[in-house]
């Protein structure tokens, strides 16, 4: 079955104390990025990459970190998480060819940082 | 800039009557338009895509939308509204001048009443 996998979905965590958030799929999609859903703020993009070792900022970096090392895996780090970075965050991955074709959702990952 | 804007925030339909969510975007280019639907606690559901075929675009679930390049419109319709339909639903439009990113509205919550 196709999909987008990501891991943990639930996380409560400390101020400080460093996270990932994997993200997984496998459809071979050369697009993947990752986004933090908040009340009224709708969905907004943190980081996103175009294939293997090409990552780029989105509109909300700060405070996270990515890497692409392989296709199919797009980690989210957070090296120092404060409680401004509670959100939802949903990882997403996309074909590329001469556009950008429709994105392919994780089931989201909700994220508490006391 | 792109930008999306999605003019109501709260929608509220009686069951069996028509659905309007509308969508106004800013794009410099030919965009890729999208319509996502979230269920409460799920991740993000396509229903239906604009990538410069057809200006009236069928979806899933009885939903379509109709391109207006002339007035940068693109709105989400329903004929019959039913209960399952209650959900969040986002306007996207995917950025190809150069940044490669998805933008979106911040979201309508389409209430149905029985």
């Known amino acids: 079955e196709a999909q987008v996998t990501q891991n943990p979905r639930y996380l409560i965590t400390v101020t400080g104390k460093k996270l990932t958030v994997t993200c997984s799929q496998n459809?071979?999609?050369?697009?993947m990025s990752w986004y933090r859903q908040d009340p009224g703020l709708g969905l907004r993009q943190i980081y996103y990459?175009?294939?293997?070792?090409?990552?780029d900022k989105g509109d909300v970096p700060e405070g996270y970190k990515v890497s692409r090392k392989e296709k199919r895996n797009f980690p989210l780090i957070l090296e120092s998480p404060s409680p401004n970075q509670t959100s939802l965050y949903f990882c997403?991955?996309?074909?590329?060819?001469?556009?950008?074709?429709?994105?392919?959702f994780g089931e989201g990952s909700r994220l508490t940082v006391l | 800039a792109q930008s999306v804007t999605q003019l109501d925030s709260h929608v509220s339909v009686s069951e069996g009557t028509p659905v309007l969510l509308r969508c106004n975007y800013s794009?410099?280019?030919?965009?890729?338009l999208f319509w996502y639907v979230q269920h409460p606690n799920k991740g993000l559901q396509l229903l239906l895509k604009y990538t410069s075929a057809a200006t009236l675009v069928k979806g899933i679930n009885g939903f379509e939308a109709e391109f207006k390049k002339s007035e940068t419109s693109f709105h989400l319709t329903k004929p019959s509204a039913h209960m399952s339909d209650a959900a969040e639903y986002f306007c996207v439009v995917s950025d190809t001048s150069g940044t490669y990113k998805y933008i979106f509205g911040t979201g309508t919550r389409l209430k149905v009443l029985a």
């Open positions: 459809m071979n999609h050369e697009y």
């Open positions: 990459s175009m294939n293997v070792e090409v990552t």
């Open positions: 794009s410099s280019y030919s965009p890729s």
């Open positions: 997403a991955s996309s074909p590329f060819g001469r556009a950008l074709g429709e994105l392919f």
